[in-house]
């Protein structure tokens, strides 16, 4: 049971005015939890112990791969292919990392690990089925990827 002291009582905001996305209560365990505003702090009321909470900084808008376009969906071996692609969101500048897989061989082939340069091209040497796959990020992410899509599917005929 709550103490009496606790009845009614809302959360303590260091001097800061609360921007609240849900209140929750939890009345079993007499515990409060709310989402503030970023860098605001927020004192947790349980009877049994009070933690003071700094709130991270808000989302940003995810990365999206927007456009990833294909030079050719028919080629011949020595004839170069060029994929190019585009994203949105995310924190500042994008880096891309561009992979081949080849049908024939149920393979991945690395063409470009990540970097800025949202263009790879890329110079058959074999007949074949091919598609490439974009992986996008934001510049100092440490996270595998953040959105990915693949090219439309290349036919390499000899």
């Known amino acids: 049971m709550r103490p009496a002291s606790h009845v009614g009582r809302d959360d303590t905001f260091n001097d800061k005015t609360p ?3 849900n209140v929750g209560r939890c009345r079993g365990n007499g515990i409060r939890r ?3 505003a970023a860098g605001s702090s ?3 009321d ?3 112990n009070s933690s003071t909470v700094t709130v991270g900084a808000p989302a940003t808008t995810p ?3 927007t456009t990833f376009t294909t030079s050719a969906t028919t080629a011949t071996p020595q004839t170069p292919v060029v994929f190019t692609a585009s994203a949105a ?16 061989r149920a393979s991945w082939m690395l063409l470009q690990n990540y970097a800025t340069t949202p263009t790879v091209s890329w110079t058959p ?3 074949g089925t091919y598609w490439v796959q974009v992986w996008v990020r934001s510049v100092g992410s440490t ?3 953040e959105d990915w899509r693949n090219s439309a599917t290349v036919t390499v005929a000899p």
């Open 34 to 36: 709310a989402a503030y």
């Open 89 to 104: 969101g995310g924190t500042g500048a994008h880096e891309y990392r561009f992979a081949l897989y080849d049908a024939a």
């Open 46 to 48: 349980d009877w049994r």
């Open 125 to 127: 040497g074999a007949a």
């Open 42 to 44: 927020a004192v947790y």
């Open 19 to 21: 921007a609240r996305a």
């Open 63 to 65: 990365v999206t791969v």
């Open 143 to 145: 996270v595998t990827y």
